[in-house]
């Protein structure tokens, strides 16, 4: 069984950064790629980031790209998504998620493996 747990997230002013922990027990995720994905309220989950196996491609939302970067540390079990240059429509809960293959992937439907979410406010 794979659990994902998500931190680090909080409330942050606009133009304001956050990073964003998922780490992973049960077993190693070192083979899988992962993903970001959010919900804001009334809306549906969208993908945010994700990462291969090896940490060596990435792909982001449009709406993101320049401002957020994913990455992972294979030997701790982690991938991070460090959020710069926050905006109020940044706000939402924030997903992990894992696939069960070693590339990247947009869509919900490719990731098997969930977190619990933590959720980001950007305000002032």
């Known amino acids: 069984q794979v659990h994902l747990v998500e931190s680090g997230g909080g409330l942050v002013q606009p133009g304001g950064s956050l990073r964003l922990s998922c780490t992973t027990s049960?077993?190693?995720?070192?083979?899988?790629?992962m993903g970001w994905f959010r919900q804001a309220p009334g809306k549906e989950r969208e993908f945010v980031a994700t990462i291969n196996y090896n940490g060596r491609m990435t792909y982001y939302a449009d709406s993101v790209k320049g401002r957020f970067t994913i990455s992972r540390d294979n030997a701790k079990n982690t991938v991070y998504l460090q959020m710069n240059s926050l905006k109020p429509e940044d706000t939402a809960v924030y997903y992990c998620a894992a696939r069960l293959g070693a590339t990247t992937a947009l869509e919900i439907r490719d990731y098997t493996y969930w977190g619990q979410g933590t959720q980001v406010t950007v305000s002032s």
């Open positions: 049960g077993r190693t995720l070192s083979s899988n790629a």
